[in-house]
């Protein structure tokens, strides 16, 4: 009998009609033409089973519409925490505040961002997302208007506010994959992804376009942090409006009675999370690309700025042209725009194009693409990086040339290391495992890297002749930032290894998903109700 969960019918396709979309079928295939080579399973290991049908769902308008608002509001999420690092220059002169200070704020951003997470990622794995996401809005709108109020003489508070914004932030970053993976499913699902976070990239460096730019016109920094809240208000009446909660797990189990299974006590799913080898290691080497990321993106505007007075012989940023001092944050603002979106559309579809062995990846298909990609890029960006701390005080266009490989690199894996996470955690699970993989990453990540480096750089310029000179600050950050150039070398390692463990865990989730029956090829035909791309990670 159909069952319905909203407007959804959740019920398995009648006989053999097909269930999938054009994009999601592919042509039945003989056992003569199906081919297992080394690159897709080890030849000491038996062939996995093809999983059973599993039921797909037409998406309906009402998809492509909350789809598009996570969207919007990821973009929001990330142009928020980079118009305070475009204005920063300007915070630090308001609040009299120094280096260590100054990266403390987005510390405690994401100190409450990454103890809050865990527990959105519970609920929301068990409760209605819509009502999640929307008080998520609220909380941050009205602690991003707040936080631009508050007097010089009051810094605590003004540092507190954007800690109540990691609150609000954390409830739809935790949430928003699992939805989309609950609306999509398949190469399909891959390329939403890739969509969704066109956002980190993007986002940032609109945070740093939009919030310099503001600021200057309305001569202001709180007008340029201002921008994302108002914008956000806008966004929680969509929410409200459109956005509808999916049925977890409804794209991937073939029998209804298993949504109701899929979720089993927080304890025993952090357990599950802790036995699966492709999630630790992924998640540890996406930790090392945050830390790089997220320090950088906060501190090199202003070390350019600092490099920018050095060599003009200033004795402070302050007596920089005030467009050139906004042409410098707008110009990393475009490159991270450029580069991020060059980063995930390349990282995406090399990842696609590797596990079904087309075009250029022809000769090296193989299921465990996600993972090598994101090795591939967290590698480019070990000597990029290197490079971009030698180049910002020799070149402004080379510096910006390998800032653009450097930031390419590393957004490889924004996309393709959560199409992986969905690959080998059950839907139940989702929104815990991106919880943890976001408290993780955030604590030792771009959490604590801008105060690490912050500090560290504070060390080394006390022992500088002249250390508040621009100079100073410049040659201090300068040599601070290669802890994260090394840092990239054991996420390299670890990507690696979550690549060698991928197929394992990826049966693991097919069986528990019920998809793995005793014989899946019968009178020499596949069941052409599963998707090739699917197959292919198996």
């Known amino acids: 009998m159909a069952q319905t969960y909203g407007s959804y019918n959740t019920s398995p396709p009648e006989g053999n009609r097909e269930p999938w979309s054009n994009e999601d079928s592919f042509d039945a295939k003989t056992p003569d033409s199906f081919t297992t080579d080394s690159a897709s399973f ?49 915070i630090t002169k308001y ?14 951003f994401i100190a409450t961002f990454i103890v809050v997470s865990p ?34 003489n009051s810094f605590w508070a003004f540092m507190m506010c954007r800690a109540i914004v990691g609150i609000g932030e954390a409830s739809y970053a935790v949430i928003c994959p699992s939805l989309i993976a609950d609306m999509f499913h398949g190469i399909l699902r891959s390329r939403m992804l890739m969509i969704f976070y066109f956002a980190i990239p993007v986002g940032s460096g609109m945070g740093y376009i939009v919030g310099a730019l503001v600021a200057s016109i309305a001569g202001e920094w709180q007008w340029g942090v201002r921008v994302t809240a108002i914008a956000g208000v806008v966004c929680f009446l969509l929410i409200v409006i459109f956005v509808q909660d999916r049925p977890r797990g409804l794209m991937e189990v073939s029998n209804t009675d298993q949504l109701a299974g899929l979720s089993e006590g927080y ?32 501190w090199v505007p202003s070390a350019i700025q600092d490099a920018t007075a050095a060599n003009k012989g200033l004795n402070s940023t ?42 250029c990846c022809k000769f090296i298909k193989t299921p465990r693409s996600d993972a090598i990609v994101c090795a591939i890029g967290a590698a480019i960006g070990i000597p990029a990086l290197f490079f971009v701390i030698q180049t910002i005080p020799a070149s402004e266009v080379w510096s910006y040339i390998t800032m653009f490989i450097a930031i390419t690199g590393l957004c490889f894996n924004w996309a393709t290391n959560v199409d992986m996470l969905m690959s080998v955690v059950v839907p139940g699970r989702r929104s815990t495992a991106n919880a943890i993989q976001i408290l993780v990453s955030h604590l030792f990540g771009d959490g604590s890297g801008p105060y690490i480096i ?33 840092i990239l070398i054991p996420g390299v390692i670890l990507f690696v290894v979550s690549a060698i463990t991928f197929k394992r865990d990826r049966r693991k989730f097919m069986e528990e998903m019920g998809q793995l029956p005793d014989l899946a090829v019968e009178k020499g035909r596949i069941n052409s109700t599963y998707s090739s791309e699917e197959t292919s990670k198996i």
């Open 119 to 152: 527990i959105c990622g519970y609920l929301g794995d068990r409760y209605n997302r819509k009502w999640i996401m929307a008080a998520g809005i609220f909380i941050w709108v009205a602690a991003v208007f707040s936080s631009t109020f508050i007097p010089a």
């Open 42 to 90: 080890d030849s000491n290991e038996q062939p996995i089973p093809l999983p059973t049908a599993v039921v797909s769902q037409p998406r309906t308008w009402r998809d492509y519409m909350t789809f598009a608002i996570l969207c919007l509001i990821n973009l929001l999420n990330y142009m928020d925490r980079y118009t305070v690092s475009g204005v920063l220059n300007d």
């Open 95 to 108: 609040y009299h505040i120094n280096d260590a200070m100054a990266g403390l704020l987005q510390t405690v």
């Open 318 to 359: 302050s007596d920089l042209d005030s467009t050139e001092a906004t042409k410098s944050t707008m110009m990393f603002g475009v490159i991270t725009t450029l580069g991020g979106f060059a980063g995930v559309s390349i990282g995406t579809f090399g990842s696609n194009m590797m596990n079904k062995g087309i075009w």
């Open 454 to 486: 912050g500090a560290i750089s504070d060390a080394i310029r006390v022992n500088l002749d002249d250390p508040d000179s621009p100079g100073a600050h410049w040659k201090s950050l300068s040599y601070s930032f290669y802890i994260p150039n090394i």
């Open 267 to 298: 304890w025993k799913d952090l357990m599950a999370l802790a036995k699966n080898p492709t999630y630790i290691t992924s998640t540890i080497g996406y930790t090392a690309v945050v830390f790089v990321t997220g320090t950088l993106a906060w």
